[in-house]
């Protein structure tokens, strides 16, 4: 809820501290730098610290975030204070993956399937409650001129300065945040008490009972799906991000016409990862990528081909949420199949995933206000289903090839090693 709530309320955010869309785009990468330094940090602390306490903390300043969002009145500070939601959101992402790989390893496909299902959830609710729920105080006019310039988005800060923190106009804007940010306070009250009631001697046997193994092309396959990460979580981002306003202002539609639209992205998404719990039990990970590549790629051509169309966009926005939704469990639940994922590597991952949230949004920001007729975010979702249907056949082929060379030559080195041990 905390990073789907982002989209449906960034032109709010925009009038709130006086820009437009194109110019403060850049708060993309404020978010994603402050997700990219918590993913790194939250790999080296979760495998050496308590799990539930560095979540219950990262939920903390998580909740301290929300709350102070909407008393931004100017750019810089809002910028700020998405870097330091998004540390603690990557500490949260970071060590959640590396929770459920401790406890299950390859055998956690459906419960890692469950964990990202409720982050999907939340991202389908998050739309609902910032603009059904509670509104908005946001004229229409402001979202269907083309150039997404509004007079009031054009003052300067010397003209008309405001203070760094104040109330927002529109009290619809803070109760969505408010809202949010008290949900998730109340979940990270439950972690805390994980914390107290766990005890060292538990996670100490959970520690020695992990079975590790590391493949010969190791580094290589962490290279490559931190790639794929990269255009996967970039397009799937980007996309929800800015569906709301491609919907008004390149389309036409209603804002509450968009908000649904919105929704029915990430509520496809959820859906799909939440069926992906029951077919991950009898489904390989590399078969559930290998379907999501394919719907993501005829989606996103039916998007570029049919940008106009109101109809178009919503089936294919549902088919794009759809096949969107298994690609990031899939990919580590595929990876712990043929080597370990430590914190560190679990935080390599993450990182190339927070690095795609933080460059593709920002450039698509820009380049959308620069070239308000063309639908770049549909360009660039195709040009990411493109490049990770074409790269993941690569890695498959990288994983399974060496695992079988590397056990003949293990099988070889035993039957040298066995009469010398029989002499012995």
């Known amino acids: 809820m905390s990073v789907g709530i982002l989209g449906p309320t960034f032109q709010d955010l925009a009038m709130n501290v006086n820009r437009n869309i194109s110019s ?113 105080t946001v004229s229409a006019e402001n979202h269907t001129e083309p150039d997404l310039h509004h007079p009031a988005l054009s003052q300067s800060p010397e003209a008309d300065p405001d203070p760094l923190i104040a109330a927002p106009d529109d009290l619809n804007l803070l109760w969505a945040y408010a809202s949010v940010g008290m949900y998730i306070f109340v979940v990270s009250v439950f972690l805390f008490a994980l914390f107290l009631k766990k005890s060292s001697k538990h996670e100490k046997s959970m520690a020695s009972a992990q079975v590790s193994r590391r493949a010969k092309y190791h580094k290589a396959l962490l290279c ?41 992205f990430w509520g496809t998404f959820a859906a799909c990862r939440g069926l992906a719990i029951f077919f991950a039990t009898c489904l390989q990970p590399g078969t559930m990528i290998v379907f999501s590549n394919i719907g993501s790629l005829v989606s996103s051509l039916f998007l570029v081909l049919f940008d106009k169309s109101p109809l178009c966009l919503w089936i294919a926005t549902s088919v794009y949420g759809a096949s969107m939704a298994t690609t990031f469990p ?7 199949q043929y080597t370990s994922i430590t914190g560190k590597s679990a935080a390599f991952l993450v990182i190339g995933a927070c690095l795609g949230d933080m460059a593709i949004p920002a450039v698509i920001g820009i380049l959308q206000g620069e070239y308000p007729d063309l639908p770049v975010v549909m360009y660039t979702c195709l040009g990411s289903a493109i490049f990770t249907a074409t790269l993941f056949p690569v890695m498959y082929k990288l994983a399974t090839l060496p695992l079988d060379l590397q056990g003949k030559e293990n099988r070889s080195e035993n039957q040298k090693v066995l009469p010398s041990s029989s002499r012995l």
Not at 63 to 89: D, W
Not at 234 to 261: K, P
Not at 330 to 336: A, F, T, V, Y
Request: net charge negative; hydrophobic share 60%; charged share 5%.
């Open 24 to 136: 403060l785009s850049i708060i993309f990468v404020g978010r994603a730098s402050g997700f990219f330094c918590g993913s790194m940090i939250g790999g080296i602390l979760f495998d050496c610290m308590n799990h539930f306490l560095l979540l219950g903390v990262s939920m903390w300043a998580t909740t301290f975030g929300l709350f102070l969002i909407p008393f931004c009145k100017t750019a810089v500070l809002l910028i700020v204070v998405m870097s330091v939601f998004g540390a603690a959101v990557g500490v949260l992402d970071t060590g959640a993956n590396v929770l459920i790989l401790a406890l299950w390893g390859d055998k956690g496909a459906p419960h890692m399937q469950a964990l990202h299902f409720s982050f999907a959830l939340g991202a389908f609710l998050a739309p609902i409650v910032a603009k059904l729920a509670w509104g908005t």
């Open 224 to 264: 490559l799906l931190f790639m794929f990460f990269f255009f996967y979580v970039g397009a799937e981002i980007t996309y929800g991000s800015y569906i709301f306003s491609f919907a008004t202002t390149h389309v036409g539609m209603e804002e509450s016409e968009a908000a649904g639209l919105n929704s029915i």
């Open 330 to 336: 899939s990919g580590i639940s595929w990876l712990e």
